[in-house]
């Protein structure tokens, strides 16, 4: 079993439409919890950035972690065109340096 | 503006051939990181390196090797490349790696013939 589970998708989804966007992850110790989107043949950006469980706002995409179910997402509603690139979430442990991140989810919002 | 600039790309290599990956950041940043990335598979830590002249091996360093001489910088060397090491080489950095915030660079698309 991989240590942060993703769908690859590729998710299409009309403008306006709320997305949602998930993973799970198998290591409990996890406690760190990110979201990354990578436009193509660009590198990789923060999103949004959780501690612990609980929920996150930043204008129209929220974060979501549930440490019991080990499993977050990341919603965004009013999806616009321009929100179209490949989500990869990512986490951390508590004492460790590396960041483990899933395998991707690609979104296509269409006009 | 925060800038992680990779110098190559995209390179074409053929087999056994010596590969050097650059990496320069201009944020001061103590911690940097290789990545390769391959569909389905997501970010793969190769090596990382938390000061000058430090580095640690991440979960795939077998074929890689990687220098850090100054702060700015971090090299990533295949000494003889393979095709199987045909991927997406992605640099990051942060100064805290307990922000979640790793700033990376556009990526080199390495292929090897």
């Known amino acids: 079993q991989k240590e942060v589970e993703q769908d690859p998708g590729p998710l299409s989804v009309p403008e306006g439409a709320i997305v949602s966007l998930n993973c799970t992850y198998s290591n409990s110790a996890f406690q760190y919890f990110m979201w990354y989107r990578q436009y193509s043949r660009k590198g990789p950006e923060l999103l949004m950035y959780?501690?612990?469980?609980g929920n996150k706002e930043d204008g129209r995409f929220t974060a979501q972690v549930d440490k019991s179910s080990k499993y977050i997402s990341l919603f965004i509603r009013d999806s616009q065109p321009s929100d179209s690139a490949t989500y990869l979430c990512?986490?951390?442990?508590?004492?460790?340096?590396?960041?483990?991140f899933g395998p991707g989810t690609r979104l296509s919002v269409l006009p | 503006d925060v800038k992680v600039t990779q110098s190559s790309r995209y390179l074409v290599k053929r087999t056994g051939e010596k590969v050097f990956l650059e990496c320069v950041q201009d944020?001061?940043?103590?911690?940097m990181f290789w990545y390769r990335q391959d569909p389905g598979l997501g970010l793969r830590l190769i090596y990382f390196?938390?000061?000058?002249?430090?580095?640690e091996k991440g979960d795939i360093p077998e074929g890689y090797s990687v220098s850090r001489e100054k702060k700015e910088r971090f090299s990533l060397i295949l000494e003889s490349a393979s095709t199987n090491q045909t991927s997406m080489y992605l640099c990051a950095s942060t100064r805290d790696t307990n922000t979640g915030e790793l700033f990376f660079g556009e990526g080199s698309r390495l292929t090897v013939l």
């Open positions: 390196s938390y000061d000058v002249k430090m580095k």
């Open positions: 944020m001061d940043h103590e911690n």
């Open positions: 959780t501690y612990s469980s």
């Open positions: 990512a986490m951390q442990t508590s004492y460790g340096q590396n960041f483990v």
